[in-house]
T-cell receptor, first 117, second 116 residues
């Protein structure tokens, strides 16, 4: 079975532009989470979506938004890009939202590397 | 709020030597702890996780970790390092998003280098 897939693999944008990143979860997984990994740091939680509803949001500005589609795939959108948005964006899927099941395993995709010039 | 501290951003060991990667956590509730590995230009792969029960957890590739509540630690070990173990390792604690869903809080990572 295919794992979590993300597109594109790499992306170069300039400041002020908008970007859309895409994620397809493992078949049968209904939850998608997004993480930002700045070079030299651990991943930081951005969003979680489950059954097309936002179930959690990290400490990120409103320039960051996301949505989940009926087939459980997801998009992460970032508006008005800043140099500091340069990072590896990771998508993770799991079978459930992990609600009250905090040992739920999240499966990560290879990430999209975004460079903002 | 839950948090994770990984002691040592870089660890270097010789091939065949013991690997010890340190992780300390802060949690107001019983923690659920994870170790992930990240190879260059790849996503994160789960090595092992602690939920409840046995405090010594065995994972993939010969790694294991011991949960010590009194020390708030979850250190990762491997008896004999292999060249293929060279990667970035992340310790994480599971917590709630506030809407009842799960999110992971990661440490800053430890880069493991294996010397031939």
């Amino acid at each position: 079975d295919a794992g979590v897939t993300q597109s594109p693999t790499h992306l170069i944008k300039t400041r002020g532009q908008h970007v859309t990143l895409r994620c397809s979860p493992i078949s049968g997984h209904k939850s998608v989470s997004w993480y930002q990994q700045v070079l030299g740091q651990g991943p930081q939680f951005i969003f979680q979506y489950y059954e097309k509803e936002e179930r959690g949001r990290g400490n990120f500005p409103d320039r960051f938004s996301a949505r989940q589609f009926p087939n459980y795939s997801s998009e992460l959108n970032v508006n008005a890009l800043l140099l500091g948005d340069s990072a590896l964006y990771l998508c993770a899927s799991s079978q459930t939202s992990g609600a009250h099941v905090y040992w739920n395993e999240q499966f990560f995709g290879p990430g999209t590397r975004l460079t903002v010039l | 709020a839950q948090s994770v501290t990984q002691l040592g951003s870089h660890v270097s060991v010789s091939e065949g030597a013991l690997v010890l990667l340190r992780c300390n956590y802060s949690s107001s509730v019983p923690p659920y702890l994870f170790w992930y590995v990240q190879y260059p230009n790849q996503g994160l792969q789960l090595l092992l996780k602690y939920t409840t029960g046995a405090t010594l957890v065995k994972g993939i590739n010969g790694f294991e970790a011991e949960f010590k509540k009194s020390e708030t630690s979850f250190h990762l070990t491997k008896p004999s390092a292999h060249m293929s173990d060279a990667a970035e390792y992340f310790c994480a604690v599971s917590t709630t998003t506030g809407k009842g869903a799960q999110k992971l809080v990661f440490g800053q990572g430890t880069r493991l280098t294996i010397n031939p």
